[in-house]
């Protein structure tokens, strides 16, 4: 496989797109450790990966980070690829009705995990990326992370800013580790929402509808499943296939940047 005898730590890998990123980099040849929060979905990915390293811990503390990489370290001998992932949304909470104090707790927790878990997880992973071969990094964004409507103002600033973060850290830890993210389009997921808007429990798969409009926003007309974004990831871990790759991303969500006004695709009657 393209990842043989390499080491990466997936956050958010017992659920949705960190876990097919998990199985993908798993049948390409790598050893895997998972850094994630829930315990019922840790359950599940140990009974079903045996081998996988997890840690249950919280992406926005630097102690739990640390903990991760120890583990990685520990029973992987290192660390080449670090893949922060782990996120939560915020079901499109506009600012113009959703109360000042839930808009402010929101900001706090969205930012805590989807920037804060990320830069955390770089801090942490950095010793061990150092001393590795080929080191990289990979974080999942979203079509959030360019186009506004793909959520609210929150989760969409959080997404912006982790474009920040792959440019700084692409800079930073150039020439040693190249950084680059992969933008998913919506994806049937598991994903959650904040606590703070009430959404802890709110699931994209309880929203009957979110197939049909995911299908409707982008050319292609897909409904994007977790494993299609799978490829882009392994590409951007690979030593031989990405050499030369650092500070991008990969839009992986069904063209929608080049989405026609009037309709999604224009070549519908081809
Ligand atoms: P998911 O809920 O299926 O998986 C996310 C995993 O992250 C879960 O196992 C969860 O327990 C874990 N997690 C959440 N908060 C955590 C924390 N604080 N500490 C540790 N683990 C935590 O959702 P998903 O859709 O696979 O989300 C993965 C990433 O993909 C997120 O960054 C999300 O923003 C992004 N994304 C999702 C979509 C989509 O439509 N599903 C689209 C674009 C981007």
Redesign the pocket.
Known sequence: GWLDGRSALV?????????AVVERFLAEGARVAV????AE?IAALRKDLPDVVVTE????SFE?NERAVAATVAAHGGLNTFVG?????DYFAPVATTPGATLSGSFDEIF???VK?YLLGVKASLPALLESSSPSIVF?????AFLPA?GGSV?TAS?HAAVGLIRQLAYELAPRVRVNGV??????????GASALGQAET??RDAANFPDL?RATNPLGIV?Q?ADHTGSYVLLASPENAAAISGVVINSDGGMQVRGLAQAAGGADL
Request: no cysteine; charged share 15%; net charge negative.
């Open positions: 956050t958010g890998g017992a659920s949705g797109i960190g876990r850094l994630d929060a829930s979905n811990g919280d992406v926005s739990d992932n782990a996120g939560i949304f805590s995990v989807n878990g999942t964004l979203s079509n959030g793909g989760y997404k933008a998913p389009g919506g994806t049937l997921t598991d994903l959650r699931s994209l995911v994007q977790p």
